[in-house]
DNA sequence: CCCTGTGAACCTGTTCACAGCG
DNA sequence: CGCTGTGAACAGGTTCACAGGG
């Protein structure tokens, strides 16, 4: 229960239950068991109750969770409870809708700035975010203390710009570059690889049809 | 060998495996030994031979393998050595996004068709690709073969859209909207949930720190 | 001698089953 | 009585280590 490594796979999980918390809770849900979200989700009700209790326990006997309660204590764990500056590195086509996505910002974080190196798009806004030069990365990061970065740049540039993202001190880099990154271990990466969601489903429709 | 089943670990990783190929050959690299695999994707030299293991023997003791023939070998295995027809159905922000994707296209998918409901969105082009109505969702699946469908709608959409999506005879689904989606078991669904990503991001950055 | 392919050992995540509390 | 929390049993994926082939 305190600091335990904590698996990926209940991490993942994690996310999840917040999910549909925050859905339960927009619908006035007050209450629910691990039953009851097991069902929606397709896990197991003592999978979810082996999840939570890396960091506590939450529920009544007899009762279940309370929605809003748990909500606000899964945000807490996963460190979205208070509002997070994010930046977006790349203002292609990826990088505008990302910017533009809602998501994010539903969830709690704040798109601060964006960065790019064609000259048109400096200086203008996408949504209600500033693109700035790369260049301006450091001095962005550290006047507005970012601690997330989105990686949306063509993979050869990868690299480069997560080592400056690095150096800039940032904590974690969700890369949508098609590329492994080498990052200092205090720097977490994820990467997101969108053309091989495409493949792993094309493996499982094969394989369904048998 | 033949068709037991395939651990999802292991289809992720052969996407890696993949990309990692189809870099070397574009560097005209002709072999690669699983231990310099090993060290550029972060895993180890034997979940390489292990995770190939269950398709059968491509390499050569002593010298590694052939890349070209080893990527080749993986498309097939993934159903990507001949084209795909794929549909976006959402044109919003993402939705487009993921039309003007090069990534999808340089991995061998077709992108034959977008799908929204917003009059002033229908009979124009994103890209080289066509803008329908959502009704004739049916009709151009039937038309044009499609067997995956990529979800940019929004999540209360998702569920309705995706049964159209399952009836019409899609496989698989690739689903952006934030929701678990309810298919019959012959057709594959991933959920691409891009806020959770961020915030797992977030837990483990947190998590570094220590 | 190098590197693959693979059974065996290991380990970690999942499921089970039940004690315990409201 | 319902549902949580959790140790114990289980399952399956990963790592090890070595036989075998070029």
Redesign the pocket.
């Given at each position: 229960m305190t600091t335990q490594p904590v698996?990926e796979?209940?991490v993942r999980r994690l996310c999840q239950y917040l999910r549909e918390l925050e859905t339960l809770a927009e619908r006035g849900v007050g209450k629910v068991?691990?039953?009851q979200m097991a069902r929606d989700l397709h896990?197991?009700?003592?999978?979810i109750?082996?999840d939570?209790?890396y960091f506590g326990?939450?529920?009544?006997?007899?009762?279940?969770?309370l929605v809003e309660p748990l909500r606000d204590e899964l945000r807490r764990i996963l460190g979205t409870d208070r509002p997070l500056n994010v930046i977006v590195v790349g203002a292609g086509d990826l990088g505008r809708a990302l910017l533009r996505y809602r998501g994010f910002r539903r969830k709690g974080f704040h798109l601060v700035a964006a960065f790019d190196v064609t000259k048109s798009k400096i200086g203008r806004k996408i949504g209600t975010v500033p693109v700035y030069h790369i260049d301006r990365l450091p001095e962005v990061i550290r006047e507005q203390d970012v601690k997330l970065a989105v990686l949306a740049v063509p993979a050869e540039a990868a690299q480069s710009v997560a080592e400056a993202l690095c150096e800039a001190g940032v904590r974690g880099i969700l890369n949508f570059a098609p590329t492994t990154l080498e990052t200092p271990d205090d720097v977490a990466v994820r990467l997101v690889d969108l053309a091989a969601h495409l493949e792993q489903l094309s493996f499982q429709a094969i394989r369904a049809k048998i």
């Open positions: 698996p796979p209940v068991s691990s039953g896990v197991t009700d003592a999978q109750r082996k939570l209790a326990q939450f529920g009544r006997p007899g009762v279940g969770y």
